[in-house]
DNA sequence: TCGATTAGTGGACACCGTCCACATTGCTAT
DNA sequence: ATAGCAATGTGGACGGTGTCCACTAATCGA
């Protein structure tokens, strides 16, 4: 049941965003009065931040399959880069073909922090510091330069998808976009020389 | 009147972002009938728009306001290297101290675009756009690098402002917070390099 | 078997966005 | 000067939403 409200919210999400996933709504997609949600949520907000857990599983999933078609070793360093690569393209595919569930895994309401499901499987920042750990020991970049390097990377490619899904840049055209995107890779390729 | 309301759905977003500026709250803090609101708005909708437009103002006069502090004429190497850095130190002390408004800056309901009030006026983008130009004129970087730098720039800074202000990295301390940014200004500053 | 915890129901309240018909104002053209 | 008209604000209503309260039905361990 409460497994089935998330399920329902997560759908709302998806055409609608976070706004979108309302309480009754929910409860009416499951078939079930109004109050019974509040059996499993102490307020809408709760079902919310579950619904956002949900989300940024979705993306992080997203991610390790991506990532996962990469083939070449631990060792090699063109496989390495070519992993960092697969995670920004999903993360930027994720934002752009599922736009309102991307605003909502990023929308967890204040004073509320993501439900931990399963704490085993991986968050999208951790995919992020694997792949940035693998480009050292494959030697592509220096053991100084990578220090916290995930936060500039994680900024640059989260503003990007932030700014042309739901931001000022969301009118360009798919021609525009992908030039900025290439210019944008080039970019972050460039800060790992 | 209109000015009113967008004056106060401004302050009701200073406090609680874009999700705050209800219009009937509004209407109330200019002392009127909500019905009234709709000979000046289309819906709420429309009157958010207007508040997004006045927030994202308030964004670029305190850019500006932070560009004009750098002292150094136009092709000083040094200066224009220090006003690209006022714009970034600009843009996260306006999300970290206002961040309602920066949020709403940014959630200009989809299907409406930014009510342009007076076309003359500096957008961050422009400013951003003058900023690396001067970067070019100074000698600091070559044409070929400056081309599109905008975007991956403003989405490295965007991007860290979101994260650390609405998104998963909110709750860092100052200390690492500070340490964070400065990490990112070096990665900026080594992509002009 | 029974009593308590749990899950869901029904009804109500306040608040919100929005629509309708109406009153008031102030300016313009005769 | 006055008749008419556009603009602005009012009053009342409706459906939708989050949430509270008291109540019922079912499950399960003692």
Known sequence: MRAGLVAAGLELARTGGPDAVVLREATRAVGVVPNAAY??????????????????????DRMSAEIAKVRGKQDNPAAAQRRLGAIGTAYLRFAHEEPGLFATAFAVPEQHTYASTEDADPTPLGLLRTALDNLVTAGVITPTRRKDLEFPIWSTVHGLATLTTHGPLRALSPTQLRHIESQTWDYIGNSLS
């Open 39 to 60: 059996r499993h949520f102490a307020d809408r907000d709760e079902l919310l931040a579950a619904v956002c857990t949900a989300a940024m599983h979705e993306l992080a």
